[in-house]
């Protein structure tokens, strides 16, 4: 018996800015699981930033998607046929085989998850990749200290929300800045940054100066570009800057100047450190341990954008490149 | 008994390239040396690229230059008469008064040189704080390790050349830049570099890329500029960037952009890292064990370009900055 599954193809590679046409709705057949495999529906997928420099055919630390192919990202469904014996039908798992509603997924790559306490999608967000990547960036690459003051860019994004949480619970100060008032809002009332701007109200290095008088100590950066550079004239000597990523860039057809004080590293001996969340899987356990312990205790928020329906995965991502999400932006897929 | 002295002073602060009318030759009386000071009569004086810095009226690791003051640095010189009973007439000291003929000098802040096996000006150079400098920031900064492919910009100069010679005997292979034909000759021929390129030749990422086509492991940042931007693009996965200096910007008067391709440190886990030479005083003993090791069995070379005179230390220093110089640029005072 084969089941019919809805899939998002890359069409073409996006030439800047990511448009719709780049993608294609295709129809597929999808077999039963042979042994070893899993026929899971899913019910969440993810969309990431990373996932724009994939859609490049240019090597980097993951390959290009391909084209004409279905695209690939992390995902969470119940098994609807089991070819392993680990697996039983109706099981909740984790994969990355998102952007299609049936995925054949060998069972090595698949991971059972718990909701009773929190739904699948979290595991896409805030118990997920971009949850680790937050801890994993704070603690390990940023080296974060009790009392650190830390700035969070894209604060209100998957990871950024739960950067600074994670630097506040662990007894620092924070500052993260967004793209509109309604998330500046969200990151002061309900993430509890101690300070947060709209990136829109001026120039990056008054705003952040503002808001942060007394400097910085670590810069999370998720956006390089403006912010990176404000970040630099705020970090105070010793700073650590774990650069995530930088969403501002993403789409850009030609390189844009990087920032105009990179000097400033040399004398206040800043460390700047790029990372990539493959590399760091072996701290899962202990993220696990930590956030997952006060999500449980209720200590820990997070919040989703939620897209409806895999035909609208495109917009969805497009949509995350804009900035429309608060929290994780995810497909709810069937 | 008083000393006539002729010593350098900052007339104004240069704006943009440093100009001989931004120094002043002043003749001025030195008195006998008080208890706990010495007087000393400086043979060497040093001038060293992060001099212009301090001739900004800027905050920064180190306070200004005062105007009408006499300028500060390394020099050597003999004791010309004692107040501390430590130190004797004729001794060779190593201190921080440059600048000037005579120097009263605090006995404490005054080292004793041996100049049996080099000359004095050896310590203002290869074994003082340019060689330190490249020690700690291939081995503390950039964490060497045996068998890296080493990039060195502004190997000619007394850091590159010092980095360049302590990357190779640590069983790397190195690459460096200058400005030069004569110093890219000097580079291969006296130094040991495995290959080098004249940085006037072309863009530097296409050099690099050319002298160094495998790719670096570890950056040695002297300049700055389009030659960041060049290592960037030729890190291996994992690189490392000691940044040392921007001799390549001391004189801009507007930011210059930095460089386009930052956003490369995320993808290739870079770690860029900023020092200054004076947090690592601690590791003084392990460099003079090893690099002094080096310089008396005759398998570490130096150079060094002399100035003669004092009156001409101004232009001494703003030929520093224009590359003049092979090796250590010092000026014979007396």
Same sequence: chains 1, 2.
Avoid at 77 to 88: K, N
Avoid at 109 to 118: E, G, I, S
Avoid at 206 to 222: E, H, K, M, R, W
Avoid at 227 to 256: D, H, K
């Amino acid at each position: 018996m084969s089941h019919t599954s809805r899939e998002i193809q890359l069409a073409s590679r996006p030439q800047g800015d990511p448009k719709p046409d780049n993608f294609r709705l295709v129809e597929v057949e999808v077999p039963d699981p042979g042994p070893g495999q899993l026929l899971v529906r899913n019910q969440w997928m993810s969309v990431d930033p990373y996932m724009r420099g994939r859609m490049n055919d240019v090597k980097s630390y993951v390959p290009p998607f391909a084209l004409d192919a279905p695209l690939e990202g992390g995902a969470v469904g119940q098994v609807a046929a089991s070819g392993d014996e680990r697996f039983s039908q109706g099981q909740t798992v984790l994969h990355q085989l998102g952007w299609r509603e049936f995925a054949l997924v060998p069972a090595d790559q698949a991971r059972p998850v718990d909701t009773d306490l929190v739904p699948g999608s979290a595991y896409l967000g805030v118990l997920g990749m971009p949850g680790l990547t937050a801890y994993v960036g704070l603690l390990d690459i940023a080296q974060l200290r009790e009392g650190d003051a830390v700035f969070v860019s894209a604060a209100a994004g998957a990871v950024g929300s739960a950067a600074g949480q994670i630097a506040k619970l662990r007894g620092c100060w924070t500052v993260g800045s967004a793209g509109s008032e309604d998330k500046v809002a969200f990151l002061k009332e309900e993430l509890g940054f101690d300070a947060a701007f709209n990136y829109h109200d001026g120039d990056a290095r008054t705003l952040l100066s503002q808001a942060a008088p007394d400097g910085i100590d670590v810069y999370f950066d998720n956006v390089g570009g403006e912010q990176l550079e404000a970040a630099l004239f705020s970090l105070r000597t010793y700073g650590r800057v774990a650069m995530c990523g930088a969403i501002s860039v993403y789409n850009a057809t030609t390189p844009p100047p990087g920032p105009r004080n990179l000097a400033l590293v040399v004398g206040k001996r800043l460390t700047l450190r790029g990372f990539i969340i493959a590399d760091h899987f072996d701290r899962f356990p202990d993220f696990a341990r930590e956030v997952g312990g006060w999500v449980a205790e209720g200590k820990f928020r997070y919040r989703e954008t939620v897209v409806e329906g895999i035909e609208r995965a495109p917009e969805a991502f497009i949509g995350l490149l804009e900035g429309q999400n608060t929290g994780k932006m995810v497909v709810r897929v069937g």
